[in-house]
């Protein structure tokens, strides 16, 4: 049953897609040389056959076989820790150019060991230096990909 | 012909080009022994990194951690009973059970062998069977290109997947993502919304290595969905079992020919060939000795090993000679040989045969590195194994990051990245398998320029796909491979009513 619903709302949603995609393409510009394919053409074919396909998904959902878990139901500490993680992404993104990569990663990788579970803080702590100070040397000596170690110096 | 040979094995022989080999041979083992990375992690990991090399250097690299990958899936099959690739999975039932027996150095170093066995002999049809094919693909024009991506794209969708309407769904939304960006044809802006950043298209790599490593990343550090075990076993000198490479030659012959062939199938994928080579071995033994098969024996290693390398040469033949790549660590490859600005096809032998060359010495290379220093080594890849989690992903995610900036040395990439790795975790837990979007994403652009230059000639005449012979029996496997699902089901209801 739950597999059932989850078809239909996710059949709705790719639905909505299409639906907006081909939106965007009735709106892009049209074609202006003789005897050729506009390149809305392409657009046009992969907006009508996720429409079908999406119909399709919506149809199982509705006349398909019942049963079915479904995706497993996620608790609190799951969908927290999710959350929690894309924001060390994200936050890690942003203070790498604003404070430096040296500065930063340790924190960030002390932080997803705690996430992961471990409590060794010490050992943790240790291992959050040395693999920064490894990758920094591996990408901006070894493959001289320039990341900012320090900001402001 | 054979001064291009040359040429190759003296560029692959430069101690740079070696070195790639056996770093590719190293980390390769290492994501290959740990369950929960694989190869196609380890291979986007490496990917920016191959930016700054050049094209032999780089392919040495990816070469060494593809054969070695598949080796290295082995050993934790076989110690833990956990495969650490999904084409280690045959290896687990036999293997384990010689491990709790106390014969672990014997599996161990029968799986290596083996797979060696398995790489050379893909390696031999590859030199074979390649420049046969890449002749017969020069005569493709437009149309049959068209149809032969068509068909590559509708077998990675619809062969192998649990849902065939969610794998048409994951490939249809990969295409859509290659219509952002300039036109192929006329260059005028689509879906860009006005950003600079878009128009230049989504670029591949940040999405593959999104999909790839990201979710695994969340499964590993927040849902936890698996522990593994630790082994406590010893293990005893492995690197005597290298008499072994040419013992039980039948199975292994018939083993690596299942493996080379459904390697060179688009969409089969390595559990296939591993298990068809495991229940062939099975047949093949004397019924006397069946017993001893069941129970674990040599022979039930050796087989499935030789199967999973025989894949390594098998799945680049189509890559090679067509440019179409039958698994994710194909796709990689493409995309590794384009950043260098080489595009794999049939132009590549003939404009480029020495980099052809180069591949196959690389891959013996590899092959030779992967048999010894696996042999000598198996005690740390034993010890590697208990390295926990969440010591392995925060350093992949650091990767990850510093891997997508480098690119370009822009954090769009990254945010990309972000974006795609949240896709990837919700289409994996919603049942939408990933590698159709990431081939789609890779064949995208190239099916849409072939099957509009083909429509323009045509004066938009679709049926220019049904004239064309060759094109017209891509057409028909395509839809056969669409229709075989359905029809099967409906035959078991059938029989079931």
Redesign the interface.
Known sequence: MKANREKIVIGAVLLAISIGYGYMTAHLPTRNLPNTLGLDFMPWVYDILLAILSLLLIGSGIWGSTGGAGAKQLGGREIGGTFILFAIFVAYIYLIDAVGFLIVTPFVVFAMMLLGGARQYVKMGVISVVVTVTIYVLFRYVFVVSITGIAFT | MAEFAMQALLGVLTPANLLASLAGVLFGLFVGAIPGLTISLGMVLLL??TY?MNPITSISLLLGLFISGMTGGSISAILLNIPGTPSASATAIAGHQMTRRGEAAQALGTAVTSSFFGALFSLAVLVLVAPIVARAALKFGEVELAALVFLGLTLICSFGQRSM??G??SG??G??IT?IGL?P??A?P??TFGMVELQSGINFLPVMIGLFAIPQ??N?????TEEIPRYEGKISNVFVQIKRVFAHLRYKIVAALIGTGVGAIPGAGGPIAVFLAYDMARRMTPKKDREAYDNGNEIGVAAPEAANNGINGGALIPMLTLGIPGDPITAILLGALMIQGLTPGPLLFRSNPVFVYSVFWAFLVGAIFVLFVTLLTMKVWVAVLQI????L???I???C??GT??LR?S?WD??VM?FFG?LG?LMI???FPVVPMLLAIVLGPDF?SH??LS??TS??DPAVFLRHPISLVFVVIALFSFLSPIIRSMLKKKEGT
Request: charged share 20%.
């Open positions: 920016p990194v700054t309407v969610k048409l769904i249809v939304l295409l859509m219509t036109d044809i006329v005028r689509r879906f990343i969340l590993g550090l927040v849902m936890r926990p989690r969440w010591v992903l925060p350093i995610s650091i990767f990051v510093v900036f480098s040395n954090f990254t945010g972000l949240l975790f837990r919603y049942g849409e099957t509009r429509l323009i004066k938009g």
